[in-house]
């Protein structure tokens, strides 16, 4: 069987990295091409999320020098959600892999994704084996913040990011999702299909640096939380169940402590921490509520995901 793959890479300020992966993908596509995995009309498309670097003109000079090499250009910068989502949903083909530019993910397990969907998987994932290369700061948070996801019954593959493989059923099924701000690891999985995994180990980032600072990364977080899972607003109302018996007790107590014993409370903390303590949990949990106020606010506009100003 030979398939029509397309290579989707989201691009932002990534000039550095560029030629290398554009130099290493196109010779993924001549190998399987030789092993008559994938057909002449396999393709890589780069979607550039708003560059400011000049990468728009390098994908314009590499779709040139050959004709497998396609670029998208997203009117403004988007986000990296957001331009994978562009990439998938207009680019053609039995197949579609998704990888990030800046060659941390192997390349060369592209080979096995495709054997694999050939084999009948519908998604393949691709699934780091280690995370040697990254700090430890973004090693434990990460770690954390999926273990936190997934208590709160987010469907979630373990160490698997961006890098994976959809067949053209998973990604009609994708369309279907009206949400505007993906969390597409998230989404993925809940399509259902045959799914496969691939391992492999997650290298430096090639060249250049990270394009998720800290502030990216936190809101990439936030939105990972309240778009999948609404168990956030569950735990205020056990909180607030916990609280309130607490009061009740604590009422109890004082009255039986002035009718029985005969000894008034007497103290200023009683009544002054509680104060302090309840308006920390109502602030939060308005926070909280606030978040999903803002999504609600924010979706229910509709606004598109995205513009494409132009192709090549
Ligand atoms: N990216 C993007 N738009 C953005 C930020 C990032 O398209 O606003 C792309 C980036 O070019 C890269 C991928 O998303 O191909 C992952 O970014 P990066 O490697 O910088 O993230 P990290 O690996 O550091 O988490
Ligand atoms: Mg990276």
Redesign the pocket.
């Known amino acids: 069987m030979t398939i029509r793959l397309s290579i989707v890479?989201?691009?932002?300020?990534?000039h550095e990295v560029l030629p290398e992966t554009n130099r290493r993908l196109l010779d993924l596509l001549t190998r399987l091409r030789a092993l008559d995995l994938v057909s002449e009309a396999s393709s890589v498309h780069y979607?550039d999320?708003g560059s400011r670097d000049g990468t728009w003109a390098l994908i314009e000079q590499l779709a040139q020098a050959d004709p497998r090499v396609h670029g998208i250009k997203l009117s403004r910068?988007r986000?990296?959600q957001a331009?994978l989502m562009s990439g998938l949903l207009t680019v053609e083909g039995d197949a579609i892999v998704s990888i990030?530019?800046?060659l941390?993910d192997d390349v060369n397990v592209i080979e096995a994704m495709v054997r694999e969907y050939i084999g009948g998987a519908e998604v393949v994932y691709g699934v780091r084996d280690s995370r040697a290369t990254d700090t430890g700061f973004k090693r434990s948070t990460a770690l954390m913040y999926y273990g936190l996801l997934r208590r709160m019954g987010v469907d979630l593959v373990h160490n698997h990011a961006d890098f994976r493989l959809m067949g053209r059923r998973a990604v009609e099924a994708l369309r279907q999702y009206g949400e505007v701000n993906m969390f597409l690891r998230g989404i993925v999985p809940m399509i259902g299909y045959r799914a496969a995994t691939v391992k492999y180990d997650r290298a430096e980032?090639f060249a250049g640096e990270?394009?998720?600072p800290l502030r990216?990364m936190l809101a990439f977080a936030i939105e990972g939380i309240t778009s999948l899972s609404v168990v956030p607003l569950r735990l205020i109302t056990l909180l607030g169940f916990l609280v309130s018996g607490f009061s009740f007790a604590m009422i109890l107590f004082i009255v039986y402590g002035t009718l029985v014993l005969k000894a008034a409370i007497p103290g200023w903390a009683s009544s002054v921490v509680p104060i302090y303590f309840l308006g920390g949990i109502q602030l939060l949990s308005i926070g909280i509520l606030g978040e999903y106020v803002a999504k609600i606010y924010l979706e229910t506009k509709r606004r598109p995901r995205y513009f494409i100003e132009r192709t090549v």
């Open positions: 890479v989201p691009c932002f300020n990534e979607v999320d910068n986000g990296h331009a990030d530019a800046d941390q980032r990270s394009k998720y990216k």
